[in-house]
């Protein structure tokens, strides 16, 4: 995404990292859309990303694994943070390149708007 300062709103396309409670978990994913009701995510748990990282950088075979579209009310959003690197910690989008050798949004086809083999559709 082109973003004229770091420091600018979330905005649908950019990757994020959802903290939420009751009950806790996180997910990882593509922001779709964010409203008063809540937040609207193509995502997958964060622990299971290592998994499907590990099943894309085999590149072959049905995927078992892949991303779901779900709605999370914002009554158990607790944080929402952009996936970008700190310091010398990488993205999670940075991570799943240097391992599979491909960006995520090409992955996904997010950049054709066609499903990538890698994506499970819902």
């Known amino acids: ?24 978990e996180k997910f990882w994913g593509v922001l779709l859309e964010i409203g008063v009701a809540g937040v609207t995510l193509r995502g997958i748990s964060v622990s299971s ?34 996936d970008e690197a700190v310091g010398e910690v990488e993205s999670y989008a940075e991570r799943f390149r240097r391992r599979v050798g491909t960006g995520v949004r090409e992955y996904l086809g997010l950049e054709t708007g066609e499903p990538a083999a890698g994506d499970l559709v819902s």
Do not use: C, I, K
């Open 1 to 24: 995404m082109h973003r004229d300062s770091p420091f600018t709103a979330f905005t649908p396309g950019d990757f994020v990292l959802l903290h939420l409670t009751n009950p806790t």
């Open 49 to 82: 990303f290592d998994d499907w990282m590990a099943q894309a950088a085999r590149h072959g075979g049905t995927p078992a694994l892949g991303l779901s579209t779900m709605f999370l009310p914002l009554f158990r959003v607790e944080r929402m943070f952009r």
